[in-house]
């Protein structure tokens, strides 16, 4: 039989088992896919300009983990994590590290162990963000974390809040699992959503924003699961303003923003 084959019946016997749609399947917190299933690898093509995007390898655990570099060193790091079916490529192609590393950011799309060209590390899911962080040797980044990298960035939301300068959720998966812990947490948070997402409802979006002392929610009207594809103008527009808000709440602040950057500040207090 044809591995495709196979495939296929392993994969339905898993939908049946679980009695759910695919979709319903990985919005469920005892879903059985995983993240440890890689994709088909491509080369990287550069699509924006300025300075080109770097692939880097970086030793974590047992394994490895492959970034996509932007943006100056000095800037303000964030982390970009992708969902279950995706790896780093997709913030590339959406736009999002170019216009991140415009604006000063120092800006990582990781593959997440097993997808794209990541190995896996070793760490359990609640222990491997952290680990990342360490071995990127980046200090209180801002995590961007898609529907499945929820799993990933969770725990440490919970365990060490002040690791991050804050995190902006995206969909993410596995939220009911922390709402009790989440409760008060100090983090800067920005929620995003698509009102048209079938595979996690956009109305948990006020609910997870809550939590946290300190939250932003956008909802995009046309937007599906992958908001930063349906609607990137949008999408790109609330992550930017969130992010240069978090800049100016600092005193000293930075001085290697670009003129895009400074544009931008003016059109948020119009």
Known sequence: MPNSVVAFYVVMGSILTIGCTPQEAFA???????????PATAPIVELGPGPPLVERFTPVGTGRIRTLVKGPPSGTPV????GATFRAEVWRDAGTID??????????????PGHGKSK???HQQRDFLAA????????RPVVVAH?????YTFPLIVSSPRSLRAAVLVAPAKMNRYIQK??????????????ADKLISYRRATRLAALFQTSEVEVFAEAGHECYRDAPELFHRALS???LGLENSTAHGRTNLTNEARAARSFRGQ
């Open 28 to 38: 469920r917190d005892d879903s059985p896919f995983s993240s440890d299933v890689p």
């Open 79 to 82: 982390l970009l994590l992708h």
């Open 99 to 112: 216009k991140l590393a415009s604006l000063g950011f120092y800006v990582l799309a990781a593959d997440l």
């Open 120 to 122: 896996r590390t070793g």
């Open 132 to 139: 990342l962080i360490e071995a990127l040797d980046i200090v």
């Open 147 to 151: 529907s499945w990298a929820g799993a």
């Open 182 to 195: 989440l409760k008060g947490n100090p983090l800067p948070v920005l929620v995003l959503w698509g009102k």
């Open 241 to 243: 303003q969130f992010l």
